[in-house]
């Protein structure tokens, strides 16, 4: 099999950035940042694996103010009426059609799968409840994006064993 | 117009169905399925003109569905709108007799587009 080619840095921003101008009511700028000084302590976290010809999960973190602009965007409410469940349910679809777009850039076959969210707590040097069993995967490309002031950063992770 | 939205994250039936509504189809009546089960009893009692289903959800896939309601006699349109794009899915989906194959993220511009002929 020839190699795979790892979507960019700019690819993966790109994609997130059309994701959230599409699905999200009054998205505002969803910026993209060159680097994070310091690893900000993540509240939300989100993952869609993807096997096939390539195997690995992208992995969506946030802050909980963003998850919650993300919930209240897709469902046309505001923010404080947002609902735990509706939050869980909104960054994993926002998740899915993310990774699913990257998936994409993947020769086939490679399928996708449900999205989990996997914390929805203050963690940042730990993982969270259900991405245990992901220890193996190595990060090969990250983009970090703001929305007023808060980090959104997304993750392709590569599973080689 | 009846329109039966199916897709598991309620987030994603609420996107849809508001996309319905902006490209102003006439008479528009929806409803929604979280699951393939779920839509199976809702068409039983409903019998839409058009389906619209998400492909990868949990026990039953939008597929699976297709081809179950196909067999159950539902002889309405049916579509997809899916982040599963690959050539090989936009196949099958049309070999099934599929009417459209809309990928996410969208907009109701593209959605128009892709129901040019239904609405």
Known sequence: ?161 | MKVLVVDDSKAMRMIVTRSLRQIGIADLVLEEAGTGMEAIKVVEGFTPDLILADWNMPGMTGYELFLELKAMGYNGQYGFITTEASEEMKVKAAEAGASCFVTKPFTPEILTKALDGMI
């Open chain 1, 1 to 161: 099999m020839s190699e795979v080619l790892i979507p960019s840095t700019k690819t993966i921003a790109d994609i997130t950035q059309e994701v959230w101008s599409s699905v999200l009511e009054d998205a505002g700028e969803l910026l993209l940042e060159a680097e994070i000084s310091a690893k900000p302590t993540i509240a939300v976290l989100a993952f869609i694996e993807i096997n096939g010809n390539w195997h690995g999960s992208v992995r969506i973190s946030s802050s909980v103010r963003i998850a919650k602009h993300i919930a209240a965007g897709m469902f046309g409410k505001s923010a404080s009426e947002v609902q735990d469940d509706e939050l869980s349910d909104a960054v994993g679809e926002f998740t899915n059609i993310v990774g699913g777009n990257i998936k994409a850039l993947f020769p086939a076959p490679c399928n996708l799968s449900l999205p989990g969210v996997a914390g929805i707590g203050s963690f940042k040097d730990d993982l969270p409840p259900g991405l245990e069993g992901k220890l193996e995967e190595s990060l090969v490309a990250e983009a970090h994006l703001i929305w007023q002031g808060e980090p959104l950063i997304v993750g392709l992770w590569e599973n080689k064993q």
